[in-house]
């Protein structure tokens, strides 16, 4: 019985993993929180009555730790856990509408200057963002040099694909001197825009700063473009 209910489990799970909760009925999703928190038990039962008990699955996300443990079979533990769901979700829903949005260009120089004020050495620093273009993860390189920072694009392609990410934008910070692009800077952001674009990803925009608010973007100088144009040429 152990065996198969350890089964049943992992296939859930594997479900999970494969296809996201869209296919999964309430009881079933209710089945996978309670894994977490009654390892033995029967948890297809006790989802069932759960769901019975409040009449539907936000009924169980709205019962307060005292409900739920009046249903035989949810400790304290469980209770805690089930009943601070529905608050994770509001506080996500709250984070997510003060998310970093850097759609246009005024909303990523705000953003580039503040990075650009906590670094003491070169850097280059790859934000992911989304199709709204709202942040979801940043990647930081920096040197011990000012001169030189090695920047591995399959961690940047890696990184692009696993937040599920749309677009990226970089920001490059020059502590000393001009802020005009080296040779090197352009052909690292066309081997980058070739590796993005090759998993329908988009270099939106690569800006290059320095320490006396000066900045150079590749976008609004038509660079973004030109190297775009260049990638549609080849494929």
Not at 1 to 9: I, L, T, V
Not at 12 to 41: I, N
Not at 58 to 67: F, I, R, T
Request: charge should be neutral.
């Amino acid at each position: 019985m152990a065996k198969e209910n350890e089964g049943h489990r992992s296939r859930l799970r594997e479900r999970m993993m494969k296809e996201g909760l869209s296919a999964f009925q309430d009881h079933e999703v209710l089945e996978l929180l309670l894994f977490q928190y009654l390892p033995r038990k029967d948890t297809n039962k006790l989802a069932h009555v759960l769901l019975e008990k409040f009449g539907s699955f936000a009924g169980v996300l709205d019962a307060s730790p005292e409900q739920l443990m009046m249903v035989t079979g949810v400790s304290e533990v469980t209770a805690c856990n089930l009943a601070m769901l529905k608050e994770v979700w509001l506080r996500y829903k709250r984070s997510d509408a003060e998310r970093i949005s850097l759609n246009g260009i005024a909303s990523i120089v705000s953003y580039a200057k503040a990075l650009v004020a906590e670094s003491y050495s070169e850097r280059l620093v790859a934000v992911y963002v989304d199709n709204a273009a709202k942040y979801l993860f940043r990647d930081v390189f920096t040197s011990d040099s000012k001169q030189r920072v090695v920047i591995d694009i399959k961690q940047i392609v890696s990184s692009a694909m696993r937040t599920g990410a749309a677009g990226v934008i970089l920001f490059h910070c020059h502590i000393k001197g001009a802020c005009v692009p080296s040779d090197e800077d352009f052909h690292f952001t066309e081997k980058l825009t070739f590796a993005l674009a090759s998993i329908n990803i988009v270099l939106l925009e690569h800006i290059i700063f320095n320490d006396r608010n000066d900045y150079y973007s590749f976008f609004l100088h038509g660079d973004i473009e030109r190297i775009q144009n260049n990638y549609k040429k080849l494929n």
